[in-house]
């Protein structure tokens, strides 16, 4: 049966186009056949024009091969800036907003050659209003938030790469719900000029693909990382800390048999893997990380709680109104205690190449009036380390249950290669 190229890999188009084996605008078409088959019913996109779309990967397919990306359809998170669509930041005070400029990750991607084929949904601001999109396993489950659309549009096979951001926990949760591979670099890896802050201090712009190699790719392409585009495998037996956090009581059963069954495969693959535990006193990082989120995002948003407050979700108006109580002081020994963990971090590696920790606190929860929880993500996140979400086995439900690889920070490059040996692993639990 012959492979539709809209499921193939980004890795495998890459090879192709780049060979001219295969031209830019057969592999848009694909893509926007699936679209137009599922999105209706998915609802992952904010916007999308197909004419426009078959125009530029037409002038892609008359020019010289542009980089890596060259003719790869990507989605956009739609708190990114693109010159050339719509951008509304998921709320109704921008409808019809067309930036001047594109964010400088987007355009990055497009001097790569990447084919932005349009805006994924997203949860109002990046926050926790929940957006339309449903979960494409489930229609009646949440995909997860904030990066909603782009998780759904990757999971579904509409596009084989799209744009995220993780504040808290939006790239990890949402890979997770949708079975998909999420990356966050380690924090301030890829350029955040000209997409919607939410959080000065934790914002950090992620990616959703198929596989691990293809985030790397997309990563690398954007940071000029040869490392990451040409990713090597993992060298010798990986070090594997079981890690279960101070939040583990919010885990449920189906997470907490996800990871067990996790270890023993990994373990019988030649994995070394030891329990390791966070200090005591990392148990106050999920409070820090609250006193910074609420105290940044009463600044980012300062205009829009002004002067549109009414056209604001009651939800995000009751969470600016209680973010700004959150005093200096607070904020200052907040940060002061996440640094201070941070610089510690290392020990708590030991001897690991990587941590391994549940994604979600659970599989995708039913409705579409909650995103989840980000319990589990928020702590790395506020510690700056890359993150890689790998799909690992399935809940009570049937819908599928991540885990996360995690590295330290700025040590990407051997996170990923950890995290595909992982992934590689887990594949049969995840798929059976």
């Known amino acids: 049966m012959k492979t539709e190229l809209n499921r193939l890999s980004a890795r495998e188009l890459r090879v192709r186009l780049q060979r001219r084996e295969l031209r830019a605008l057969e592999v848009a078409e694909a893509c926007l056949a699936r679209i137009s088959e599922r999105d209706s019913e998915i609802r992952a996109w ?8 078959r125009a530029i990967a037409s002038a892609l397919d008359a020019g010289v091969i542009r980089g890596p990306l060259h003719g790869l359809p990507l989605g956009v998170k739609d708190i990114f800036d693109t010159c050339d669509s719509p951008t509304a930041y998921g709320s109704p005070i921008y409808a019809g907003h067309v930036p001047a400029a594109d964010a400088a990750c987007i355009a990055l991607a497009r001097n790569a050659g990447g084919l932005v084929f349009g805006k994924t949904m997203t949860t109002e601001f ?5 957006a339309t999109t449903v979960n494409p396993h489930n229609i009646r489950h949440t995909p997860g938030g904030s990066s909603s659309g782009s998780a759904a549009a990757v999971a579904d096979s509409m596009v084989p790469l799209a744009f995220g951001t993780q504040t808290a926990g939006s790239v990890i949760r949402p890979a997770s719900f949708c079975g998909t591979v999420g990356y966050k670099p380690s924090y301030g890896w890829i350029a955040r000029a000209g997409v919607k802050l939410v959080a000065e201090s934790l914002d950090t712009i992620g990616v959703f693909s198929r ?6 790719l997309l990563v690398g392409a954007l940071t000029g990382r040869n490392e990451l585009i040409e990713l090597r495998a993992a060298d010798g037996p990986i070090r594997i800390g079981i890690c279960r956090t101070h939040d583990w009581a919010r885990a449920d059963s189906g997470v907490a048999t996800v990871l067990t069954r996790a270890e023993r495969t990994l373990a019988a693959a030649g994995a070394a893997t030891v329990t390791t535990d966070l200090p005591d006193d990392f148990s106050a990082l999920g409070e820090a990380f609250d006193a910074i989120y609420g105290y940044e995002i009463a600044q980012s948003f300062a205009y829009e709680y002004t002067a549109h407050r009414n056209d604001l979700s009651e939800q995000l108006r009751s969470m600016l109104a209680s973010a700004a109580t959150i005093k200096a002081e607070d904020y200052d020994r907040a940060r002061t205690a996440a640094d201070e963990c941070r610089r510690r971090l290392t020990d708590v590696f030991g001897h690991c190449d990587v941590l391994l920790t549940p994604s979600a606190c659970s599989e995708a929860p039913a409705g579409l009036t909650s995103t989840g929880s980000p319990a589990l993500n ?3 996140t506020l510690l700056h380390v890359p993150c890689i979400n790998v799909p690992a086995g399935s809940g009570p439900r049937g819908l599928p249950i991540g885990l996360q690889v995690i590295g330290r920070r700025d040590d990407d490059a051997r996170t990923l290669a950890a995290a595909a040996w992982i992934a590689r692993q887990l594949a049969p639990l995840s798929s059976g």
């Open 211 to 216: 596989s691990v190699e293809d985030a790397a």
């Open 378 to 380: 928020r702590i790395w």
């Open 126 to 130: 990046a926050t926790y209003a929940a």
């Open 46 to 53: 904010a916007h999308f024009d197909s004419q426009q779309v």
